[in-house]
Every structure is written in structure tokens, then in C-alpha cells.
């Protein structure tokens, strides 16, 4: 392999934080990963992290970034909009019609992290692909 080379796919999203955009966001990832079996699992991630940060934030961009590797696809959404919380954990009351989105995104991931940045906060989720699901493409290691 030349030094300069990666099996590992890269992808970026720049969008408006905007509600109507998080909808485009799902579009795009269920374009981008229709050959892989988590499909539908990143798609409804970017939906989540994409409304949490559209809802929680006064971000005006979001930045999504997919990336492909043999053990998996790795999504990380980024807001620029600063609030005077960050994003976390908790269970909802059953008559809440609020504070699921990250729950369910924990579940679906096998890791989830969310990091502070200067203006806002990334959150990162992983799916693993497993060895038997994987598309030719994504054969060789990074």
C-alpha cells in the first residue's frame, strides 16, 4: 500500500442549524452507507445528535463527519453554538416527549463520547460492522 493511501473512507457534512436540515443530514447518511448493514442505526444517530443539537444549541452550522473503516463507521456531529449545558445521559419520565435522542443513540453505538470543543461540543458515536457484513471494499484494515 503507498504510505499516502487508506482502505478508510472519509465524509463531511457542513449544513445549516436549521431543523429542516437535520432531515437532509438522515438523506445523505443513508446514502453514503447503503452498502453497509448500519445503514438505518447511522442514519437514525445523525437524526438524533443532529435535532439535540438544533434543540439545545444556538448553533448556526452543524458539522458531520462519517467515517468508513473496516471495523466500522464512526459519526461525529459538531455544533458551533455554545449552551449552558452539555449533552448527557438521563432517563426520560414515560410522559416526557423529550430527552430519548441520546439514549437511544447509546444504545445503538457500541461507544459514545462527547466532547466540549471551544464553541459548542462533538459527539461521537461507533457502530461496528461485523467481519461477515462487511462490503469488499472495506476488506483491508487502515
Excluded: F, K
Excluded at 443513508?30 to 447511522?42: E, K, M, N, Q
Excluded at 441520546?102 to 445503538?108: G, H
Amino acid at each position: 500500500m503507498h504510505e499516502y493511501t487508506s482502505t478508510c473512507r472519509v465524509w463531511e457534512l457542513l449544513l445549516p442549524g436549521l431543523p429542516e436540515e437535520v432531515s437532509r443530514a438522515r438523506r445523505w447518511t443513508r446514502d453514503l452507507l447503503h452498502d453497509t448493514p448500519c445503514a438505518d442505526d447511522a442514519a437514525l444517530i445523525v437524526t438524533e445528535l443532529g435535532a439535540n443539537a438544533v434543540t439545545h444549541t444556538t448553533s448556526r452550522t452543524l458539522r458531520i463527519t462519517i467515517t468508513v473503516a473496516t471495523e466500522g463507521v464512526t459519526i461525529a456531529v459538531t455544533d458551533t453554538g455554545r449552551s449552558n449545558t452539555s449533552p448527557r445521559l438521563h432517563q426520560a419520565d414515560d410522559h416526557s416527549i423529550h430527552g430519548r435522542g441520546l439514549s437511544i443513540v447509546a444504545t445503538l453505538a457500541a461507544q459514545l463520547t462527547v466532547t466540549p470543543t471551544s464553541q459548542g461540543h462533538t459527539v461521537t458515536a461507533h457502530l461496528p460492522i461485523e467481519a461477515a457484513h462487511r462490503p469488499r471494499a472495506l476488506a483491508r484494515s487502515c
